[in-house]
């Protein structure tokens, strides 16, 4: 059986915690922060830790990253 391939979309977007959390960096901060409110832009700022249900999904993007 060959290797699973990781996709490159989730190894670009995403990475891993060392207790197998999943980090990514909040949605919605590319362009147009004139419109959003100060407190939007300052929660946003960093990285978040995925909700379970997303981090199934992204771990099965990413198979050998756990």
């Known amino acids: 059986m060959p290797k699973m391939k990781t996709k ?3 190894k670009k977007r995403f990475s891993m915690t060392a207790t197998g959390k999943v980090k990514a960096g909040p949605a ?10 100060t407190k939007f832009i300052r929660e946003t ?3 978040m830790i995925l ?3 997303d981090t199934k999904i992204v771990k099965k993007y990413m198979p050998y990253d756990r």
């Open 8 to 10: 490159a979309a989730a």
């Open 28 to 37: 919605g901060k590319r362009h147009g922060m004139i419109k959003r409110s």
């Open 45 to 47: 700022s960093g990285t």
């Open 51 to 53: 909700c379970e249900a």
